[in-house]
């Protein structure tokens, strides 16, 4: 299984696109983003799609740990809104 973070900023909105595409397994990936959720409550003006919205930024490999995997991936988030904001 692999996922796939991508990411694009819409002016037309001002707001931060994120992606993320998880194959094959759809339960799994439903976990991912139910802890996604929880970790970024505090960033409103993020958009958060099931599929590829432009460039993929990072790439992970299954871990078998959904909340640490979801974990990574709201870190590569945070870490291009901050690199968005200097």
């Known amino acids: 299984m692999k996922?796939?973070?991508s990411y694009q900023?819409?002016?037309?909105d001002k707001q931060h696109q994120f992606g993320?595409?998880?194959?094959?397994?759809?339960a799994y990936a439903n976990w991912i983003w139910?802890?996604?959720g929880a970790l970024l409550r505090e960033y409103p003006a993020i958009m958060l799609y099931p599929f590829q919205v432009s460039k993929v930024i990072k790439k992970y490999k299954y871990i078998n740990d959904a909340e640490r995997q979801a974990k990574y991936i709201v870190?590569?988030?945070k870490k291009?809104?901050?690199?968005?904001?200097k």
Do not use: H, R, S
Not at 9 to 12: A, E, H, Q, R
Not at 80 to 85: E, F, G, I, S
């Open 20 to 26: 993320i595409v998880a194959e094959p397994y759809q």
């Open 80 to 85: 291009k809104l901050n690199d968005q904001n």
């Open 75 to 77: 870190y590569q988030i």
């Open 34 to 36: 139910f802890y996604m």
């Open 9 to 12: 900023y819409c002016d037309l």
């Open 3 to 5: 996922i796939e973070l």
